[in-house]
């Protein structure tokens, strides 16, 4: 039989080989590599090992498919296996299992799995949010991808196109999921690594101490209103900063209102919305947020003209309602207010002058829904104090409309302004 040891056939003798051999001849290469005449008639390289004492068969290949110098480098692997005291086929076994496991845990499915075990912990509305900026930022560059597969370069430029929209808050939530949904799957032993922790690097650190930009006197709350009154928006983004401002309520809760929310024929108009969208879920009762005049007659008008039903603010490009980011663009950009006031601002320009014109702290605090640092604020915190509430929200509605037209700070009887 023509062949030798060490690897010194030929592929001249190969061809010849398998153009006369019979069924089950062999044609050694040397080291256990040999080429095999199956009893089908083909050829298959295949090398003969043994580990613990015991010969095993480590199928190469079928021949021409599998050239000569193709077959050595995997006897080369073999043997480096073998030093290793790996068998050769368990290993082949297990890492077919890995690429079928990569194949089906993408990104995209791994981040899905992540987001339904959020669910059960968040609002409705911040698990909304979340999934779509997903969809928006993420999926279309990571979404496909096996997530074992996934750089902390690649991670990097996600976030790094995201900022580029100057967009740091969005940035930086978005990085937070990703260190989730990697953490996850680190947990489920789908990635080794967290290839999101240094992507970090890429955000700008914040500047302040973590406080959002708020102006803090009515004259400029004024101008604001009158800014943002003469500017060219869209109507629904319009009417939603109009609410933010007369609300203090949080941009999320603004952008996802919905009509059934609002009690607007009630001898106390009120904004009632649903615990599940809060960004504090544990507690029993919804938060009830007392319209003042000024506001609920807006929205009366503005729900003649759009209907009640579905939200408040549906968005002009066919979506189910505007984005948060429509609103913080025209702080940012349309009023040239980045770094002074943002739609945030607003609840701390409210808590800050309602405290500073003589309201109790704890009925500011629970205005806004904040969670409360002193067992005598929870204690209240069951839907009552309401008609301090309706009083709180009737002087904000009161002062803001003054503002905007130019006018002085009206007291209120009874209020003794809090000394700085």
Known sequence: MAGGIG????????????????????LADGG??????????????????RIKGKENIYSVGPYPLISLAAARVE???????????????????VNRAVTVACADNTFK???????????????AGHHTKSARAFERDIYPAL???????????????????????????????????????????QAKGLCRDNPALPAREIL??????????????FSA????????????????????????????????????????????????PVWIIPRKKMKVTSREADHRIPLSPEIAGELRQWRELFGGRGFVFPSPTGGKHIGRESIEKVYRVTLGLAGKHSPHGWRSAFSTLARDHGFERDVVELSLDHIHDNQVARAYD???????????????????????????IIPLPGKAPIAA
């Open 7 to 26: 690897g010194k056939l030929s592929d001249k003798a190969v061809k010849a080989f398998t153009a006369k051999a019979e069924r089950g001849k062999k």
């Open 32 to 49: 256990g590599l040999h080429l095999f005449i199956t009893p089908a008639g083909g050829a298959t390289w295949r090398i003969k090992y």
């Open 75 to 93: 006897l080369s692997k073999v043997k480096t296996l073998l030093l290793e005291s790996k068998d050769p086929v368990a290993d082949r076994r």
């Open 109 to 123: 499915s791994i981040a899905q799995e992540w987001l339904t075990m959020k669910q059960r912990e968040w609002s």
């Open 143 to 185: 979404g496909n991808l096996p997530i074992s597969s996934i750089t902390p370069a690649v991670v990097a430029k996600a976030i790094e196109d995201i900022n580029k929209r100057d967009v740091l808050e969005t940035a930086t939530r978005i990085l937070q999921h990703l260190n989730g949904v990697f953490r996850y799957a």
């Open 204 to 217: 700008p650190r914040k500047k302040d101490s973590g406080r959002m930009p708020a102006l803090l006197e």
């Open 221 to 268: 709350l004024g101008n604001l209103l009158r800014r943002a009154e003469a500017a060219r928006l869209s109507p629904s983004v319009r009417m939603a900063h109009r609410l933010c401002a007369f609300t203090a309520a949080r941009i999320g809760n603004i952008v996802d209102a919905e009509w059934r929310e609002f009690h607007l024929q009630d001898e106390q």
């Open 382 to 408: 069951r839907g009552e104090r309401f008609v301090q509430r309706v009083e709180l929200f009737n002087w904000w509605g009161k002062q803001l409309a003054g503002a905007q037209r130019g006018g002085k």
